[in-house]
């Protein structure tokens, strides 16, 4: 008997865990953190600790496993990419399980770093997998395990395949359809098929602009907004500063090489920015990691900056702060609490959009509120979504054709478009699409 027990992100956006039990087995999918959660969490708490961490509704309810009995019979906690959301809470949750933590290189140096800025570390095994390769998790079963390749905003993120005597359980969190990648493979689509002949139970799957008609475009188009912006303004004599996500590594890989071509020094300013490409760097995927500066530190943040705003055509900044962060780059600028004055000579690039939070949607329009009263030139949303919409998920239940349909990754309203479209597509509700809620367990038939 399969078993799916939908644990976090199924009722917001964030703090995605689900939990695969075959058998006298557990298999964990994911273990990230609620964002919004965590805003300004290094002022109040440097070193948070998973109590804290807990009571503040950061993390998912997997004490669920506990009350389940369940807890002993967690073999492995798979991670699908690096992103936070679905990261983030490994480092607390995982001491408690007798279990690996197994997922793709950069996300496992990803998680070595945050480890390494909480002055932790967990004891559990940590197993690196290249993307397209596979592991045996061993329970009371063996269980092979693939890490299949897909495109997100994040490099080596994965689809993960379990292979189970009743068949496969895929979860696809998170994933777009981009065929021209800026760095990095285009989705395995070739095992994907053959995964689909062999046969899918169960699909849980990302459904965060499931209601958006569309189908989101190539990491490409991204390039090309920013090219737009970067060269067919009067930027020779400006201040350029520029905010991304910083787990974006393509991203940032075109902001480089854009910033080398204007003739400007490239800096990194921020302590996510140092983290996500000194992973990178890792493992050999940030190509471009030589031709940037990248400062963490306040002193010389505070340093640089004066030489910065001493002569800003001479350097293209890159900063964290794209959600209006409290403490993050862009709104220490925007609050004169840097030494970098903006003036209406800059210009302001969101290589970004702003995630659909009640918090996150207040703390940008405060800061972009600030930012106006310097006259600064806003560039806004010069981005691509790292999620597929309505039509890259209609491709995809074509391209996979599962038993079983589990929407994910998003409130109500976003899981229930999920299901509509499937139902669109001849599924029928409660019966091999199901819309779940946190702390719920569907049995496989």
Request: glycine share 6%; charged share 25%.
């Amino acid at each position: 008997m399969l078993k799916l027990h939908t644990i976090g992100g199924y009722d917001e956006v964030g703090k995605n865990m689900t939990a695969l039990e075959s058998g006298d087995d557990v298999l964990l999918f994911d273990a990230g953190i609620f964002l919004p959660a965590v805003v300004g969490v290094q002022e109040r708490e440097k070193n948070p600790t998973e109590k804290w961490m807990r009571e503040i509704g950061a993390l998912p309810d997997d004490l669920y496993l506990d009350r389940k009995g369940l807890r002993s019979k967690v073999r492995s906690i798979l991670v699908s990419h690096a992103h936070l959301d679905h990261i983030g809470g490994v480092q607390y949750i995982a001491p408690r399980y007798n279990a690996s933590v197994a997922a793709p290189q950069f996300t496992i140096e990803v998680l070595k770093k945050l480890m390494e800025d909480n002055q932790g570390e967990i004891q559990n095994p940590l197993i690196s997998v290249k993307p397209d390769n596979s592991i045996i998790v061993k329970g009371k079963e063996n269980y092979k395990v693939e890490f299949v390749n897909i495109t997100h905003s994040t490099i080596q993120s994965t689809m993960i395949a379990v292979h189970t005597k009743e068949g496969i359980v895929l979860y696809a969190n998170d994933y777009k359809f981009d065929n021209s990648p800026i760095l990095g493979d285009k989705p395995n689509y070739k095992r994907l098929k053959q995964l689909s002949k062999i046969g899918i139970k169960a699909l849980v799957v990302d459904c965060l602009y499931a209601p958006d008609d569309r189908k989101t475009p190539s990491e490409k188009i991204a390039r090309g907004l920013l090219e737009d912006v970067l060269f067919t303004t009067e930027n020779y004599k400006s201040g350029i500063v520029v905010t991304t996500f910083s787990s974006h590594i393509a991203r940032l890989k075109s902001i480089t090489e854009f910033g080398n071509k204007l003739g400007r020094e490239v800096l990194f300013l921020g302590r996510s920015l140092n983290k996500y490409v000194s992973a990178a760097d890792r493992i050999g995927k940030a190509p471009f990691s030589k031709q940037v500066q990248m400062v963490k530190y306040r002193r010389q943040m505070d340093n640089m900056l004066k030489r910065v705003n001493a002569n800003k055509r001479k350097y293209l900044v890159v900063c964290t702060g794209h959600q209006g962060e409290p403490g993050a780059i862009l709104d220490r600028m925007s609050r004169s609490q840097l030494p970098y004055r903006l003036s209406s000579d800059d210009h302001v690039i969101f290589s970004s959009k702003t995630i659909p939070t009640p918090v996150n949607v207040e703390s940008r329009a405060q800061l972009e509120k600030r930012l106006k009263k310097f006259n600064v030139r806003i560039f806004d949303n010069v981005h691509v979504s790292g999620h597929g919409g309505r039509e890259d998920l209609r491709d995809l239940i074509k391209l996979t054709r599962p038993e079983n349909i589990i929407p994910s990754h998003g409130d109500w309203k976003k899981t229930k478009a999920g299901m509509d479209l499937a139902i669109e597509m001849g599924y029928k509700k409660n019966y091999n699409v199901h819309l779940m809620a946190n702390g719920k367990s569907l049995v496989l038939k």
